[in-house]
């Protein structure tokens, strides 16, 4: 059974930094992009950032371009998401995605998403 298992969320106030890391078991996605969605109260789930299997490229949403940086560690089966210079706009509950042909999607495994939280 695939799992895929986010940790990292929390509470910060905005300009702050939080590192999300998404750890998956059951199936071998080093062939597979990985990558963050978020979805905040009231809106539709949004791209965030996708890595393909070599880590090259990565790609981003503007909204986040230049604050958020992803990495995966194949060896591991993870992907962590570094971010920086956090705004309250960011807040939202992060969901880890992997399991697809493209960067953007559609995947087909899905973690069950941890709440990020920036305060103003």
């Known amino acids: 059974q695939v799992q895929l298992v986010e940790s990292g969320g929390g509470l910060v106030q905005a300009g702050g930094s939080l590192r999300l890391s998404c750890a998956a078991s059951?199936?071998?996605?080093?062939?597979?992009?990985m990558g963050w969605f978020r979805q905040a109260p009231g809106k539709e789930r949004e791209f965030v950032t996708a890595?393909?299997?070599?880590?090259?490229?990565?790609y981003y949403a503007d909204s986040v371009k230049g604050r958020f940086i992803i990495s995966r560690d194949n060896a591991k089966n993870a992907v962590h998401l570094q971010m920086n210079s956090l705004k309250p706009e960011d807040t939202a509950v992060y969901y880890c995605?992997?399991?697809?042909?493209?960067?953007?999607?559609?995947?087909?495994?899905w973690g069950q998403g941890t709440q990020v939280t920036v305060s103003s």
């Open positions: 995605a992997a399991g697809s042909r493209n960067l953007v999607g559609p995947y087909d495994s």
């Open positions: 059951g199936r071998t996605f080093s062939s597979s992009p």
């Open positions: 890595i393909n299997y070599s880590g090259v490229r990565p």
